[in-house]
């Protein structure tokens, strides 16, 4: 295993609970580092192309609406096995599957509005990085 960074997206179902240090405590008591982070609303453009992979899934217009509805924060998460670390503390998209202790069986109210993003690999996770920090920006 290596020192990985990967990028997380507390979602704007998590934000409007006030759920941002409790999302927070679960990354840091599971070993990974906050090494940057912002609180921003998105445009609809920046929403557009970050998902822009989705764009021909059904549910792809709902989601832009969905991540420009309220705040969201945008993370760099640092430490061991990063990216499959993160997805780990995530859970399952669906929370109904998700396993127990998972930000999403605790935290989520939806398969859409399911409280956090991770990026899915270390190529993906580079470049969702570089989407939203630049490098002076994060600190490990
Ligand atoms: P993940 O976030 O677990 O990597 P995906 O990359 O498949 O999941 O999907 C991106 C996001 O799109 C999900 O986190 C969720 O917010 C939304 N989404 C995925 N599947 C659905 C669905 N069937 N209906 C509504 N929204 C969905
Ligand atoms: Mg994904």
């Known amino acids: 295993m290596a020192k990985e960074r990967t990028l997380s997206i507390i979602k704007p179902?998590?934000?409007?609970?006030?759920?941002?240090?409790?999302?927070?405590?679960?990354?840091?008591?599971?070993?990974?580092r906050i090494v940057a982070q912002k609180r921003m609303l998105l445009t609809k453009s920046e929403a557009e192309a970050?998902?822009?992979?989705?764009?021909?899934?059904?549910f792809y217009n709902d989601l832009v609406s969905f991540m420009i509805s309220g705040p969201v924060v945008v993370q760099v998460?640092?430490?061991?096995?990063?990216v499959a670390k993160n997805r780990k503390i995530m859970g399952a998209t669906n929370p109904a599957a998700a396993e127990e202790g998972t930000i999403r069986k605790e935290f989520a109210e939806s398969v859409e509005a399911n409280?956090?993003?991770?990026s899915d690999s270390l190529e993906n996770a580079a470049k969702e990085?570089?989407?939203?920090?630049?490098?002076?920006?994060i600190v490990g």
Not at 50 to 58: G, M, N, Q, S
Not at 115 to 118: I, M, Q, R
């Open 13 to 32: 179902d998590a934000t409007k609970r006030n759920l941002t240090g409790k999302i927070n405590t679960k990354f840091e008591d599971n070993g990974l």
């Open 50 to 58: 970050f998902y822009a992979v989705h764009k021909e899934r059904p």
């Open 77 to 82: 998460l640092e430490g061991e096995d990063a």
């Open 115 to 118: 409280s956090v993003h991770g």
């Open 129 to 137: 990085i570089n989407f939203f920090f630049s490098e002076t920006e």
